[in-house]
């Protein structure tokens, strides 16, 4: 049962008023490990469809007090961000924007609820700045990330260049129905009239299918060339997992992010880091980036709950 | 400049809202912002803060409301249609009477479907006075085959193919069950209530000041549609404002739209506000 949720603000390390909501269990079911569900960028403290909204009435059901909050710059929060383009505001917070942020939230619900332990959640950017945080402070007990991404997002980089044989199958297969379709002539008009990508359009009607097994390397090597994996990903993620801190990373299936993860870190690093007592990763099948089925989102909750229940 | 972050009630339910208020100079006219449908809302939320914060600051007094299902406020949007959207701006408007008492005058300011749902409600209501629609989805049915034609783009991305075609949805819809878009479950009879919204239909009963702003990325000559809606009012201007679409995904973070507020600004200075 949930007492009524209450607005709250409290002031960043640059004074700026940080807006949330914070959900509080009835006192019989109150659990001492606060949730705390980080924003995952521009959609804010309430996330896409309303993810982080369902997730917290979840949690709250079950003993935990959850705050959802507006980092500076975003949602209701006060503060300004300069970046011209989305690229580079996601970039900025995979390398940390937001850390200090969320020390600021649990410096503010140690000191106005007495709070002392907590758990950090949250989709994409809120994944990573979740992971950062995790490995610089002791009161962080818990990690639960969706889509964590360990790569880094800038508007310098052409994303074509990364599209997993996956993503350009896919691709050419929409190529190939435009090419026959009449109805799709607004396409055609693009094409005739220069404003096509025709580099990536080739490059997916080229490809082979089944795609060869080199074209996997082939691709990790441009990342590797181009440098954009995120470097504060593996110490903190190093850092937190040999702390014995319990972490639950739940990625989507067919999300870019999680054959970025498999690719870029488990497998160029130590894959056996899945079989860490304190580490789980699931990964919801078919899903997109953002869990958008219902099905899918009860099963990312299902299963967030479950760990819960397992590890507190 | 206060902000005042606070849930009120609507019948059984609660709505999230923040009241911006100004500090001095107060103008005495106040405004309940209404946001646009599902995921454009959360795109464009920054756009409406920033404004909000803008108006404010010259002595404007501002409401912004989630309605039940959206955002922070109660409900699931499954459970929402046009009547409990309609009844939740009447309890805005209540509230921001309630709560900001030196207010005189009202106005209703909405984006896209905000700025429908403003339209339809300035109808209704007896006490507003200015009206100021930004890109009003003017035409709901081409709006719900705009939604229906996301539902078969997620189809295509996750099992490349398409499993439910338009017509399939819209009878899964008939049949009492619920489609998803974006992350969102649609049932037949909003879709239905929306499909059947046409702003151009009818006169537009609103007697007061309405202010119609085209946004587009590179304005050049006013549309048609936006041409026959101002017709359709009394006393009605139209512009249009250069702007991104910020309430859908681009490539530039959009936290404000400054031809956007300008024109809204200057048109408010100069009828008198």
């Keep these: ?156 980089i052409i994303y074509d260049e990364f599209l997993t044989p996956a993503e350009l199958r896919r691709r050419r297969s929409s190529y190939i129905g435009k090419l026959l379709s009449m109805s799709a002539w607004k396409s055609w008009v693009r094409f005739f009239t220069f404003q096509s990508d025709y580099r990536l359009i080739f490059r997916s009607l080229l490809q082979s299918s089944p795609p060869k097994k080199e074209k996997d390397g082939e691709l990790g090597r441009k990342m590797k060339k181009n440098d954009i994996k995120n470097p504060l990903f593996p110490t903190a993620f190093e850092k937190t997992v040999s702390s014995g801190k319990e972490i639950l990373f739940i990625f989507a299936e067919a999300d870019r992010l999680y054959w970025q993860f498999k690719e870029n870190f488990i497998k160029k690093n130590n894959v056996s880091v899945y079989n860490q007592d304190n580490f789980n990763v699931y990964v919801v099948k078919h899903a997109n980036h953002i869990f958008s089925f219902k099905k899918w989102n009860n099963e990312v909750i299902d299963k967030s709950l479950e760990w819960l229940e397992n590890k507190y | 400049m206060l902000e005042t972050p606070f849930f009120f009630p609507n019948k059984a339910y609660k709505l999230f809202g923040v009241l911006h208020e100004p500090l001095q100079n107060n103008r005495n006219f106040g405004f309940v912002f209404i946001h646009p449908f599902a995921e454009e809302k959360l795109w464009a939320h920054r756009i409406l803060v920033n404004f909000a914060r803008f108006l404010a600051r010259d002595g404007f007094t501002i409401l912004r409301f989630d309605f039940m299902g959206h955002g922070d406020s109660e409900g699931e949007f499954q459970d929402s249609s046009v009547e409990t959207r309609l009844s939740d701006i009447e309890a805005a408007l209540l509230t921001l009477k309630t709560r900001a008492t030196r207010v005189e005058k009202y106005g209703l300011l909405g984006l896209r479907f905000g700025a429908t749902m403003a339209a339809l409600a300035a109808d209704k209501l007896n006490d507003i006075d200015t009206l100021i629609l930004w890109e009003p989805v003017i035409e709901g049915d081409k709006y719900m085959q705009q939604i229906l034609r996301s539902n078969l783009a997620t189809q295509n991305a996750v099992y490349k193919e398409i499993r439910h075609t338009r017509e399939q949805l819209i009878e899964i819809l008939k049949e009492g069950k619920t489609i998803n878009f974006d992350g969102y479950q649609l049932a037949f009879p909003f879709y239905k209530q929306i499909s059947e919204i046409n702003l151009l239909s009818d006169s537009r009963t609103f007697q007061g000041r309405t202010l119609i702003i085209q946004i587009e990325k590179n304005p050049k000559k006013p549309s048609q549609k936006h041409t026959t809606l101002k017709e359709n009012y009394n006393k009605a201007d139209q512009c249009m404002a250069t702007a991104e679409p910020f309430w859908k995904e681009t490539k530039y973070f959009c936290s404000q739209a400054n031809d956007l507020y300008n024109n809204t600004y200057d048109w408010l200075l100069n009828h008198g506000n």
């Design chain 1, 1 to 156: 049962m949930e007492i009524s949720p209450t607005p709250v603000s409290f002031p960043n390390s640059n004074g700026h008023r940080l807006f949330g909501i914070f959900h509080q269990p009835s006192a019989e079911r109150f659990r001492k490990e606060c949730i705390i569900i980080l924003s995952p960028g521009i959609k804010s403290r309430v996330a896409p469809h309303r993810l982080y909204v369902k997730m917290a009435r979840s949690f709250v059901d079950l003993g935990f007090p959850v705050l959802r909050f507006d980092f500076y710059g975003l949602g209701d929060s006060e503060g300004e961000l300069e970046e011209k383009y989305a690229a580079d505001f996601y970039g900025s917070v995979q390398v940390g924007r937001y850390v200090n942020d969320t020390i600021c939230a649990m410096d503010w619900l140690e000191q106005e609820h007495k709070m002392s332990k907590f758990i950090l959640s949250g989709l994409c950017g809120g994944a990573i700045t979740g992971l950062l945080t995790a490995a610089q402070d002791n009161r962080v007990s818990g990690l639960h990330s969706l889509s964590i991404p360990v790569i880094l997002d800038s508007s310098d």
